[in-house]
């Protein structure tokens, strides 16, 4: 009897295990199914008030709204962003934990020294939120008066004219070191910290600057300053009349300030696919449209892979960009 009553133990425990083992992939898709079931963490690698804490947190109701759980935006500031790459790159992959980020991630793949993460393998793409050109502008009494001519003087004067950006090593500086290179001329770099250097492009002491739309928008509209052209391939709603820079003379360049969320790499997909789904329905309130416009900015949805396809590629340009141009951390 006790050999039969433990046999019979013995093919329940089986059975058991056999059903555990069948139930376990079921168990994973129904919490992924069920996403969110708690507040959702959107860190941001930046002080409150910038572009990205900005559009993070104009995404952040409405996401909630559609998901059902809160989306609370986490300020990190610290290293450029590189901290709260960090903790995204260190975080559970559940989908419990985003980044907010921009084009600055690309830059700082290629030359933030000490990296504890890699850019491409550690971190994954969920949706890419806008996106904006960089616009290039120049001191009222530039002789140049468009692309081209700023080209032939370039060239006349190698090395003799400056553009001011917000830092070595920013989009901004690559975006001038892409023209130099596309060119074939030898802009000089001025860098600042942040916006600092307007005023002495406003001044003469510095010719020209790659510079964001939000800070320098109102500046080209009350004739501070002129705007030469914008970075992206289609011109900007709010500065319809300034050319884009392949049609001003330079075909083929391209820099574009996107905005995006990110996750940590291994995310089951029906996470990332909700999400995506979710901010898709978020871009086509005109509301948003309205308000991203307004800082300059135009809604651009991606899917997940294409947007991580793009980041990669995009890595691997300003690599190229900082080999040839001699940039480096230091």
Do not use: C
Not at 56 to 66: D, F, N, Q, W
Not at 236 to 251: F, K, N, R
Request: hydrophobic letters at 40%; charged letters at 20%.
């Amino acid at each position: 009897m006790h050999t039969r009553r433990t046999g019979i133990n013995a093919l329940l425990a089986a059975g058991l295990l056999g059903l555990w083992g069948l139930s376990s992939p079921a168990l994973a898709q129904s919490g992924e199914a069920s996403y969110p079931t708690k507040p959702v963490r959107i860190i941001v690698g930046f002080s409150p008030g910038g572009g990205s804490d900005t559009v993070a947190r104009l995404l952040a109701e409405p996401l909630a709204k559609i998901l059902g759980q809160s989306f609370v935006v986490e300020n990190r500031p610290g290293a450029g962003g590189q901290l709260g790459r960090t903790l995204l790159a260190e975080s559970e992959a559940d989908g419990y934990t985003l980044l907010f980020d921009s084009a600055s991630f690309t830059a700082s793949a290629v030359l933030a020294p000490d990296l504890k993460y890699d850019a491409v393998k550690d971190i994954t793409g969920v949706a890419q939120i806008a996106s904006t050109p960089v616009v290039m502008v120049a001191n009222n009494d530039l002789p140049a008066k468009d692309i081209k001519s700023l080209i032939a003087l370039a060239k006349q004067k190698p090395g003799e004219l400056g553009y001011a950006t917000s830092g070595v090593g920013s989009l901004l500086h690559f975006s001038g070191e892409l023209l130099n290179s596309m060119a074939g001329i030898k802009l000089q770099h001025v860098p600042y910290k942040g916006a600092e250097g307007m005023p002495d492009v406003i001044a003469g002491r510095v010719q020209l600057a790659f510079a964001g739309v939000p800070q320098t928008l109102q500046l080209i509209k009350s004739g501070q300053m002129r705007a030469m052209a914008v970075t992206t391939t289609e011109r900007l709603e709010s500065l319809p009349d300034v050319p884009t820079m392949a049609e001003a003379g330079v075909p083929g360049y391209e820099v574009n300030n996107w905005y995006g969320i990110f996750a940590p790499a291994g995310t089951p997909k029906p996470i990332i696919d909700k999400l995506n789904a979710a901010v898709g329905e978020t871009l086509k309130d005109k509301g948003l449209q309205d308000q991203l416009t307004a800082q300059g900015m135009t809604a651009s949805a991606k899917s997940a892979e294409d947007f991580t396809s793009y980041v990669a590629a995009e890595i691997e340009k300003w690599e190229r960009v900082a080999k040839t141009a001699g940039i480096t951390a230091n």
